[in-house]
């Protein structure tokens, strides 16, 4: 293996052998989007099982790495459970590539442009890497299987955006899809590819109809954490307003901790499925902001403006899921309530906010 980025262990073509660790019956898994916030939480809940993991990244001037820079400590082992790869979901040849050399047992399809309100300005793109970059790493995964004779398991991030339009509430397994964004066509289109590749080649390929699901390592872009980061600066006197847009809008909101294990679940079953995974819970932004803000002691009404550019071109008014299929057959239920959500963000982010304000305001 060859080092980079501080030490982290970057997989080659000569060190397969080593990816299996110690015992020949420790599962080998490929993550895309390690760098994420569910592909850090799943590599944290995966090397706690014992795998050996595997994570994609895109070759860039700038890689992000601080949601897992603490699955590795200096320097890295070439036995290391932890090993990065370079590849792209646009980029078929590297996804083989990838695959081919780090012989999985699972794989676990979590990147994706996955901005909502991004994939308006952005819809072919949004296309490419979320919908036919699905297409290419199954594809890559068949001529794998085809070559060797070994199938490994795939999981798909499906989401509730699919759901759109409701035509029920709350939504479950069998509810009619109706997408209102580029991001949730491009979803439902991978969704149904895997979908395909399950019933033509036989394969055990499943997702997840991941309902919203935050944490202190959400993306600053998204309005969870943008909500929680900015009452804590607004408390230190680091920032004066917040804008946002629809306040109305309605969600059932999980901890992304919680949901990467009904991923690795849904992988362990003895048959492939797709499921719902959500709390059941709906909650608008109105409320979250009242949380967000009283935690502090403050009232988001005399911070918080509305700001046209954050509005969406379609809006999806309402998502809540129904995950009766996901408690009942693989035995999950999530941990985390709405209230208890709100407040680990918050506390993470107000000591990311004192840590601001120490260094003068460059954290």
């Not at 019956?25 to 809940?45: V, W």
Request: glycine share 10%.
């Amino acid at each position: 293996m060859k080092m980079g980025y501080n030490g982290w262990n970057f997989g080659t073509a000569a060190s397969p052998a080593l990816w299996k660790g110690t015992s020949p019956d420790m599962p080998n898994a490929l993550i895309t989007g390690i760098t994420g916030q569910d592909g850090s939480y799943l590599a944290e809940f995966l090397l706690e099982k014992g795998y050996t993991v595997h994570g994609l990244i895109r070759r860039s001037s700038s890689v992000r790495m601080e949601r897992i820079e603490h699955l590795c400590g200096e320097p890295q082992s070439a036995d290391s459970k932890l090993v990065l790869h370079y590849g792209d979901l646009c980029d078929g040849n590297s996804l083989t590539r990838v695959v081919h050399e780090i012989q999985p047992d699972e794989i676990y399809n979590l990147a994706a442009q996955s901005h909502v309100r991004v994939s308006f300005d952005e819809p072919v793109h949004t296309v490419d890497v979320t919908g036919l970059g699905t297409v290419r790493l199954l594809e890559a995964m068949r001529q794998y299987a085809e070559s060797s004779g070994k199938t490994p398991r795939f999981y798909q991030a499906s989401s509730s955006e699919m759901f759109g339009q409701v035509q029920e509430s709350p939504q479950n397994e069998t509810t009619p899809f109706h997408p209102r964004s580029p991001y949730g066509c491009a979803k439902l289109f991978s969704h149904w590819q895997t979908v395909n590749y399950r019933e033509a080649y036989g394969y055990f390929a499943c997702s997840g109809i991941l309902f919203n699901h935050e944490s202190p390592r959400r993306g600053e872009a998204f309005v969870t954490r943008k909500i929680t980061l900015a009452a804590a600066r607004i408390k230190l006197g680091l920032q004066n307003k917040l804008y946002l847009g629809n306040l109305d809008a309605r969600r059932d909101w999980g901890f992304a901790g919680d949901y990467v294990e009904a991923m690795w679940k849904m992988m362990q079953h003895e048959t492939p499925g797709d499921y719902v995974i959500a709390t059941g819970e709906t909650h608008s932004v109105r409320e979250f902001l009242e949380h967000a803000f009283g935690f502090h002691g403050l009232d988001y009404n005399d911070f918080v403006e509305i700001d046209p550019r954050f509005m969406r071109p379609s809006e999806v008014h309402l998502l809540q899921g129904d995950c009766t299929r996901a408690r009942t057959v693989l035995g999950w239920k999530p941990r985390v309530d709405f209230a208890g959500l709100v407040r680990l963000m918050s506390e993470a982010d107000l000591d990311r906010a004192q840590r601001e304000k120490a260094s003068g305001g460059r954290d």
